[in-house]
T-cell receptor, first 112, second 112 residues
Framework: KAGVTQTPRYLIKTRGQQVTLSCSPI?????VSWYQQTPGQGLQFLFE???????NKGNFPGRFSGRQFSNSRSEMNVSTLELGDSALYLCASSLDGNEKLFFGSGTQLSVL | GESVGLHLPTLSVQEGDNSIINCAYS??????FIWYKQESGKGPQFIIDIRSNMDKRQGQRVTVLLNKTVKHLSLQIAATQPGDSAVYFC???????????FGAGTTVTVRA
């Protein structure tokens, strides 16, 4: 069974631009979560989706948004990029969001 | 706010010895606990999980212990191998929260 797939693997953007990251969950998993990982803050929860509905959201500004499609794929968008948005963005999937999240390899975003 | 944390940021272990990684949590509503291993350039990899109605769970070479009285979680790795060198994270979640709160991580280095 294929794991969680995230694209692209690396991204370089400049301040003020926007970016869209993509995530394909494990087949059969309906919950998709997004996390931001930085050396200073560690792993921080962004949001969780199940059946196209956002069920929980972390403490991030409104520039961070996401969505989930009917096939459980998910995208997250960051608008008006800031230098501090440089991070590894991780997507995780699970059957129902209550346990055993499986992570992808992440998208490494660098904002210059 | 409440958070999950690890007692030690680094742990050096002799190959073949047993490793114990500790984690303290403060959210008394936490119902689900999970350990991840993260190698350089990869996303967190699921190791083992446990629910609050249990105090011990064993996997292949790993054991997780949960002490709800003192809000303490530990991961024991038997016969530590070089491939066990990585950063280990504990995480917790209240039931129905659909998000994991991660500790800061412990870097385990296995000495040959």
């Amino acid at each position: 069974k294929a794991g969680v797939t995230q694209t692209p693997r690396y991204l370089i953007k400049t301040r003020g631009q926007q970016v869209t990251l993509s995530c394909s969950p494990i087949s059969g998993h309906r919950s998709v979560s997004w996390y931001q990982q930085t050396p200073g803050q560690g792993l921080q929860f962004l949001f969780e989706y199940f059946s196209e509905t956002q069920r929980n959201k972390g403490n991030f500004p409104g520039r961070f948004s996401g969505r989930q499609f009917s096939n459980s794929r998910s995208e997250m968008n960051v608008s008006t990029l800031e230098l501090g948005d440089s991070a590894l963005y991780l997507c995780a999937s699970s059957l129902d969001g209550n346990e055993k999240l499986f992570f992808g390899s992440g998208t490494q975003l660098s904002v210059l | 706010g409440e958070s999950v944390g690890l007692h030690l940021p680094t742990l050096s272990v002799q190959e073949g010895d047993n490793s114990i990684i500790n984690c303290a949590y403060s959210n008394s509503a936490s119902d689900y606990f999970i350990w991840y291993k993260q190698e350089s350039g990869k996303g967190p990899q699921f190791i083992i999980d446990i629910r609050s109605n249990m105090d011990k769970r064993q996997g292949q070479r790993v054991t997780v212990l949960l002490n709800k009285t003192v809000k303490h979680l530990s991961l024991q790795i038997a016969a530590t191998q070089p491939g066990d060198s990585a950063v280990y994270f504990c995480a917790e979640s209240p039931l129905g929260d659909y998000k994991l709160s991660f500790g800061a991580g412990t870097t385990v280095t296995v000495r040959a």
